[in-house]
Each structure stands twice: as C-alpha cells, then as structure tokens.
C-alpha cells in the first residue's frame, strides 16, 4: 500500500528549508542598511576619499569608501548566490581594509567576522570547517560579550560536528552548551546538542537534552524546525511515551500553527518512513497526531494572513525609518526582520498550496492508520479505517488500495460473509485492478478455511465464467476440484482433476491435479483404475512430492487383496524404507508392515518356521514408525498399535519407556498427555498413586489455564482414578474428604501462578468427579454447578461446557444452559465434544416443546457433527422429536434400530425401551377395540423390559414399573397395576427415583 507523499519540502530552496541544521536565512543576508551603517562610521575625509599626504610614503593609502561598498555588496550578492567563497573573500577584505580603524564600531567588526565564519560553516566540508571554528573563535575572542555570542558558541558547535572526531565531538557538546543558554537559540543548539550526544551513543543525556527541549515554546520558525527535528529523533528512537507526549504538546504551539501545512507535511513523510521501515507502532502515533485536511486548510490561511499583516507593517516602518531621514545607527532591525518574514511567508503559502492541491489527505492518513494498525495485527480497529475510505471518501484515490486492505483484514479476521461481500463489491467496481485475481483467490480461500465447499465450487465456476482468458484460469478449475474434493463428492472431483490434467500439462498444479486423480481413485475403492493413475503420476514424477504416498497406497492395496501378499508387501516396504526413511509416507509404510507381520498368516507361518515371533517384528516395525518424523496421526497409530502389544506381552517396562519417550519428545501435546496416563496406569499398578497424582499434576501446568486444550479434563480424570482406591480393605472406610483435600493440593500445584477462571473450573471439576467416582452425586452436582454459575462460557473446556449446561438443564435455568450449549456450538466446532453443542440445544428445544427445532439439532449432530461425545444421545433425542412430531411410525422403527446396536447397552437402551413403550402407547390412543387392547400390550411389555433388564439404573427401571401400572390401568388391570405398584414402593433401590415420588 503506497501511501501519498507530499513533498513539501521540494518547493523551497535549501536555504530557506524551516529546520535545516545549517544558520537560518536571518544570518546570511547582509541587507543595505548593514552597509550604510558600516560607511557612516567612516571619518568624512575617508569617505570623501581625498589623497594621502606625499610627506608620509611609508603609510599605505586608504581605500576608497566607494571600493568598501563594491566589497561589501560583492559579499552580499554572493551570499544570495551561495557563492561562500567569493562572499568569504570580500569580507575578509573588507576585513583587513578596516580593523585596525579606531573609527570603526566594534559591533561592525563582530559582524563582519561572525558571518566570515558562517561562511566558511555554509561550505560544509571538513577543511572549510576548520576555517569556520577559527573565524567563530576569533569573534569570540574579540568581541566576548557582543550581539553575535551566542550565534558564535553555535558556529562553533556546528563547525566542530562537521570535523566529527572524537575530540571535535567533545567541543561541540561545550559550544553548544553555551548557545543553549541563550533563550533565542535553545532549540537549534540544543537540538544539535542532542544529536552529538546520539553520534557519541551517549542516548541518556541525549534524550534529557531532548526532554528539556520538549518544554520549551515553539514561536520561531528556527524553533519549528528544531520541533520537527525532535520529532524525528523521537520516533527513530521509538520512544513511544516521550513522542506521543510531544506531538500532544506541539501541535498548540504559536510556531507549528503558523507553519502547519508545512509542518503537516514533514510529519506525513516522516510516519511514511517509518511506516516502511516496519515502525508501526511509532508510524500509527505520528498519523494519528496529524490535523483534519479541514483544519490545517482554515489554520494556515488565519496565519497566512497575519503573516502578512506583519510584513506589511514592517515594510511601513522601513519606508518610514527612510522617509524621516534617520540616522542608519539609529535606526530599528526591521530590515533584517523582514527578509526572515518574507521567507517564512514565501514557504507558507507554498505549503498552503500542496495542501490544498492534495484533497485526498484524510483518506491517506486514514489508509496510513490502517496499515500501521494491520500490521500491529490490530485488525478491527484497522478496518474501522479502510472502512471509512470506502464509505466516507469513495472518490478517493487510494479507495481500490483501501477496499483491497478491507478484505485482506478480513480473511485474518476469518469473517468469510463479510469477505465475500467486500471482494464482490471490489470486482464489480474494480474490474481492471492489478489485484483483481489476488482478491477472487483471497475470498475463495476463506471459502475454503471457513469450510464452505459448495460457495467455494460455485464461486471458482462464477470466476471461470467472468474471466475465461485469465492468466489463472488453471487455478480456478483447480480449486473447483478441490471444493468437490473436500466436500466429499469424490467422483465429481476425480473428473475435475481428470480435466485438469488433459487441460493444463504446464500449469504449476499439473503434479498436486496428477495425484488427487489418483486419490479420488483409491477413495471411491476403484483400485483397478488407482493403480492406473498411480503409475501414470510415478513415470512422470519418479519421486515427486506424493511418491511416498502413493507408494503406500498401492502397498494399501496389495494389504487388502483377497489373495494374502504379505511376503511381497514385507519385501516392497522394507526395501522402500531402507532408501527412503526420511520420507514423510516412511511411518505410515512402517505402520503397515506392523499391520502385515500382525494380521497376515501367510508372513506368520514363515516367521513361525524361522521361530521368529510375528508379534515381535510387528512391534519393531510400530516402534520404528513411533520414532519416524510422521504426522501425529500416525505416530498416535504406532504408538497404540505398539501399547496393545507391550500389554499383550505383560512388558510393563517397555510400555513405561515408549510413554516416557513419547512425553519427552512431543512435550504439552496431546500425545504426551496420552502417553502421561499410560505412565500414571503403570504407576497405579505398582502402588503408587501419589507419585502418579504428582505426576499429573506436574504434567498439567502447561495446559491447566487454557480452556482450549481438551486433554486436561481427561488427565484429570486419570488424577482421581489415582488416589481413589480401587480395592478397600474389609471394615476400612474410605475418607473422602481426606482424598478431596489431597486432590485439591495436586490441582492447587498445578494452578499455581496462573489462576483464573478457567483454573478454578477444573479444581472444581476435579472434586465432581472425585465424588462421583465415590459415588457421591450431591456432592458432585454441587461442584457442578459452583461451576455454571460462577465461571463465564469462555473459561471453560467444551467438555466442561456440556457438562455445565447438562447440570443446569437439570437444575431449570434453562436460558444460562443454553449459552453454555451455543457457545460450543460457535467456538468449537472440530472438537470431540462438538456434538454435544447440537444436543444439549436440542434437549432444550424439546423441554419447550419445540420439537421440529429439536429435530434439526439432532440431525446436526448425527449427520454434521465433527464429535461424537453425545452420539448416543443424539440419537435418541432424535426418536424423542419424531415421537413428539406425531411421527411414530418412523419413531418406532428408529427405536428398533437402536435396540438392535450394540452402542446402545446399559442406560441408553433403558431410555430406547420406555421411549417406544411411549410410542405404543399413544398410537393405542388413537386406535379403539383389539387394535387398542394389542397396542397397550405391547407397551406394557416394553415398560416391564425396562425394568427388568435394566435394575442397575434404579431411575430407568423405577420408570418402567411406574409406566407399567399406569398402562395395565389403561387395559383394566387393577390389580396387576397395584401389584406393579407395591414393587416400586418396596424396593429400597428406587427410593430417591422421582418414580417412585409419583407412586407415594
């Protein structure tokens, strides 16, 4: 984003530049008035230049008046050339001609030898320099006490930064102490002081010399340049305080108002610096302190106008001071004020003009701000920038840069609606923009990361369609495929890829398009025609990028034939890995010979002849896969693959030590927090549950305070496991406080020095399962709930979020459980606990009998939910929402359904079994006769089924029999019905069951 530069500063010639280093424009003109005062201090006969006495040879002749004044206007006028040289040499003339006249004031001499000096300073070289320090010097040493001291002690300074030795350096710090003494000149020596200081990396005393500056008024336009030079010095060295502190402070300063185009200017080139250097934070402070367009337009024209007010006045008093004769001794400075006026004025009205030539300024500060703060990675408050050029200054020149820095801001913002909206809106109204095909990739790769895979096929079609010669073209039939790929029409996206091969062989995507050909092919299980692409992309890319994986997957193929091939695949992947261990398909190749000597009889026979135990070499292929340099995914296979056999073989040891090396090399991911609990088991197993609790905890202080990382709840879980005892002695009781106090003591160790909300959540959370564990429900449901109502949704876990949101469903604060339910919804859309959004949603639904919408959330979470914690429930939430739809047919047969899984066992198929006792029961309502008698029968017959099968869930079955006797009640069977009744009332186990409340 190339911001717009106002150069100010080319309008103006060196000399009259406000804040140049180098002596002001008041220093260097010698105006006529300075000459007649030089004259008239001339006796009468040397000015009527009357000949010498011829009695005294030896005198040297005076020059003539006439010949001074050539001299002193020769000087002038090359002054006004920047000619030092010849000026240098007629004042030394000049000089020589006069100095030892008595008659000559001393205040001419000074003057004539402070402007030798500065005319030796203006050559700005080393050797003029020197020659500059030696005149200042002289005047100093002469005149100790005159007009010119301090300029002096300032040329001194100067002359000496120019030589730049160390020796010189340390001068210049004396002389310019001593110019900044004087009020007038405190900020041009005390700005040049402040750089010696800097050159000499003396940075303390530059900045106090800088601080004291920074109290100092700014009028003059000598002081407005030395504001402007702080400036500067301030930002370059970021610091951030002193500068923002500044800019608040100078910007109401006589000075700066009087010259704030001009100053505007050097503020905008300086943040542009900045900015491209990378200094946002400094660059974002310097455009923010920058006045409206508005305002500096209305300032500058005020001053303007005093300006010349001021100029005019001085001008009268000139003629004036000319007109009634005055002696030139006696008269004012307001010739040599006016040429200092004049040149402020001339440079003003200039920078006027530049600012009101540039009438997009606001929108370039504005386009600036956003920049620094997109950058700062502050990126809404960015957009409000880009924003407001789109909205607020649509003619603007940079509005093309501007909305393409709104979209780019979006797609780090991951808003792809928003992002859509705006790259729509810069391709309709920016269709010749050299970012025209950077925008469409930008909005379809947030297409892409947001998952909208149908938009993103249709989006590339609609891009393919608007610009069919387009130099991307490739890439857009490309990321069609890719959409099809990932939205899982497989088929679709094989011929896409297919086309893409046949149309672009040059293209950059030609070999990733060669192997997702293949891929599609081996997804679909067309392995006839995958072993066809496969071969095609190895004789054109022998060993490309997706070698090794095709590779594999061939063997793949080999590994599932019918015919057993496992002494050729054994052969295949060995020799494979010995050649190619460092290729990422290496561990998955390696996983797959462990698959081989673990589940092939044809390898295990020969092994078994050789008396090689197959389980052996599988364990040795898992260990080499664990050890590879593979994604997590197979690394997690091996790892597991390589547990179930170590268990197998009772190795204890050899388990600890692949879990141990697992947490050492991958330490605070989830394979280490998995690898941790098979340590802690191994642990429990010798006894040492402390040590294993201890060892949780210290695991758990990396993670414990991020409510992102859902592995803590689960390590958690093995803490409590760990210290509750899992065998108890006879007549020993179990303390549970005694154990709730040590496990807040691990949890207390693990949180330390990082509480927050999210802390105390899992300490409570820890103590609910502990408790639960000891069965203790009261206890645990309190801690639950200490958490739903203490803890914001954001500090918690999905995990703990379903669990709060169940916890408050139960206890009726239905409004606050759903928060908790959208929340997961919202924020954690890929985790295992995902589904758990959509069904506690849905379960909320149903208790407001919105029942199509409960429908929908069950769905969600069958069909689109990337978790599977509450698939269970689900599932039976969704038979519920068909019952409650009137739906029963298709009610009962999905209950049937679950009956006949084997995932629903225990509690859940108690739920199936009253559910449909439910069904059957309400189709008898709408039935009458046998129809309705055979209907009740069969509900009745599933309410007795719950509780019989299902006596270790005390609610579940207390249900049933409730159900049951109301039922036979329905059928007539008073009797049966109360007989059901005493059942329910007499056993023990269901005296906390709300059945058994409903029976009283």
């Known amino acids: 984003m190339n911001f717009h530069r106002l150069h100010l500063d080319k309008l103006c010639s060196p000399g009259k530049k406000l804040g140049a280093t180098r002596m002001d424009s008041k220093n260097l003109r010698f105006t006529k008035h300075a000459l007649c005062a030089l004259l008239a201090t001339l006796p009468l006969c040397e000015l009527q230049a009357q000949p010498a006495d011829p009695a005294a040879p030896a005198e040297p002749a005076e020059q003539p008046a006439g010949e001074l004044e050539t001299l002193f206007s020769d000087a002038e006028k090359a002054f006004g050339t920047k000619d030092y040289t010849t000026a240098v040499g007629k004042l030394e003339t000049l000089l020589k001609a006069i100095a030892e006249n ?36 002289e005047c100093l040493t002469k005149h100790p006490r005159g007009e010119y001291t301090s300029r002096c002690y300032l040329g001194v300074g100067k002359a000496c930064m120019i030589q730049g030795t160390p020796e010189k350096k340390e001068k210049a710090i004396n002389a310019l102490r001593q110019a900044a003494a004087d009020p007038k000149y405190r900020s041009e020596a005390g700005l040049a002081l402040g750089q010696v200081y800097n050159e000499l990396n003396r940075q303390d005393e530059a900045f106090q010399v800088f601080r004291t500056l920074m109290g100092s008024d700014v009028r003059t336009p000598q002081q407005t340049g030395a504001a402007v030079e702080v400036i500067g010095l301030l930002a370059d060295s970021e610091k951030l305080d002193d500068l923002t502190a500044y800019l608040d402070r100078v910007i109401n300063q006589p000075g700066i108002r009087d010259a704030i185009a001009w100053y505007t200017n050097q503020i905008v080139v300086r943040a542009n610096d900045l900015s491209a250097r990378g200094s946002h934070e400094v660059a974002l402070a310097l455009y923010r302190s920058i006045p409206p367009r508005r305002q500096v337009l209305e300032t500058q024209r005020a001053s303007l106008e005093e300006q010349k007010r001021e100029v005019a006045a001085i001008e009268k008093k000139i003629a004036d001071e000319v007109a009634k004769k005055i002696p030139i001794s006696r008269r004012s400075t307001a010739g040599e004020t006016i040429g200092v006026l004049k040149a402020a004025l001339e440079l003003n009205t200039q920078a006027l003009a530049a600012i009101e030539t540039a009438v997009d300024l606001d929108a370039d500060l504005l386009l600036g701000r956003g920049r620094s703060l997109y950058y700062l990675e502050r990126y809404e408050e960015a957009l409000v ?24 801001t979006y797609n780090q913002l991951k808003d792809t609606d928003e992002l859509q909206k705006r790259a729509a809106e810069f391709l309709a109204k920016h269709p010749e923009s050299t970012n025209l095909e950077q925008i469409a990739m930008i909005a379809g790769q947030g297409l892409a990361d947001a998952g909208k895979w149908d938009e993103m096929i249709a989006f590339y079609k609609d891009l393919a369609a608007k610009f069919p010669n387009s130099k991307s073209k490739d890439q857009y039939l490309f990321f069609q495929a890719y959409g099809m790929f990932r939205a899982g029409k497989f088929a679709e996206a094989g011929e896409a890829y297919s086309n893409f091969v046949q149309t672009f062989p040059e293209s950059d995507r030609y070999e990733d398009a060669l192997y997702q050909v293949a891929l599609c092919n081996f997804i679909q299980g067309k392995f006839k025609e995958t072993l066809a692409s496969i071969q095609d992309y190895l004789k054109k890319f022998p060993r490309g990028r997706y070698s090794g994986d095709l590779r594999y997957r061939l063997a793949y193929i080999d590994f599932r034939d019918e015919e057993d091939q496992s002494e050729k695949l054994v052969k295949e992947i060995n020799a494979f890995v010995s050649e190619n261990i460092d290729d990422p398909s290496a561990g998955a190749m390696l996983n797959l010979l462990g698959d081989t000597y673990s589940q092939k009889k044809k390898i295990q026979e020969k092994l078994k002849e050789q008396k090689v135990d197959p389980q052996d070499k599988a364990l040795e292929a898992y260990m080499k896969a664990v050890n590879s340099e593979s994604n997590e995914d197979v690394i997690r296979y091996a790892v597991e693959q390589a547990t179930i056999i170590l268990q197998a073989k009772k190795d204890w040891s050899g388990l600890v030590n692949l879990h141990q090396g697992i947490m050492k090399r991958f330490p605070g991911s989830n394979l280490a927090l998995i690898s941790t609990t098979w340590v802690v088991k191994m642990m429990v197993r010798e006894n040492r549950g402390g040590e294993a609790a201890q060892l949780l ?26 210290l509750v005892p899992t065998r108890r002695a006879k007549g020993v009781e179990i303390n549970p406080d005694a154990i709730f106090e040590q496990l807040n003591k691990v949890v207390d160790s693990a949180a330390a020095g990082q509480e927050n909300p999210t802390t105390f959540a899992r300490k409570n959370y820890a103590g609910a399962r502990l408790f639960d564990m000891l069965r203790l429900p009261d206890r645990s449901d309190q ?100 019952f409650r739809l009137g739906k029963l047919d298709e009610a009962e047969k999905a209950g049937l359904e679950l009956l006949g899984d084997r995932n629903f066992k225990g509690e859940p198929g108690g739920q199936v079994y009253l559910l449909l006792g439910d069904i ?38 207390a249900e049933g029999l409730w159900r049951s006797s109301e039922t036979l009640k329905d059928m007539g069977l008073n009797e049966e019905a109360e007989t059901t009744l005493k059942i329910l009332r007499e056993n023990e186990k269901f005296k906390n069951t709300p059945a058994f409340k409903k029976a009283q």
Do not use: H, W
Not at 697 to 722: C, F, H, W, Y
Not at 832 to 852: C, H, M, N, R
């Open 102 to 137: 008595k008659a000559v004031p001393a205040a001419t001499l000074e003057m004539i030898r402070f402007n030798i000096g500065l005319g030796y300073l203006l050559m700005n070289d080393a050797a003029s320099a020197v020659k500059a320090e030696a005149a200042f010097t």
């Open 385 to 408: 920038c880009f924003r407001t050029i789109r909205n607020v200054y649509p003619a603007a020149k940079n509005l093309e840069t501007a909305s393409y820095s709104e979209i780019v």
């Open 697 to 722: 905890g210290e695991t758990l202080k990396d993670s414990i305070a991020d409510p992102a990382n859902e592995q803590v709840e689960t390590l958690i879980d093995e803490m409590v496991r760990t």
């Open 783 to 882: 801690l639950l709930k200490a958490i739903a109502l203490n803890t914001p949704p954001e500090a918690l876990s999905p995990m703990l979020l379903s669990a709060c949101g169940e916890i408050l469903i139960k206890d009726g604060q239905i409004e606050k459980a759903e928060g908790m339910f959208q929340r997961i919804m919202d924020r954690y859309q890929e985790s295992p606990f995902a589904d758990s959004g959509p069904v506690g949603l849905g379960l909320i639904a149903l208790t407001k009998k919105e029942y199509q919408k409960a429908m929908d959330l069950f769905t969600v979470a069958i069909e689109e939910s990337q978790g599977s914690s509450k698939f269970r429930e689900a599932n039976i939430g969704r038979v519920e929402a068909m």
């Open 920 to 957: 059957f029961k309400t189709r008898a309502a709408t039935k009458g006769g046998a129809e309705k008698e055979e209907e009740l029968k069969k509900a009745n017959g599933y309410y007795q089924n719950a509780f019989a099968r299902f006596k270790a869930y005390p609610d579940i079955a």
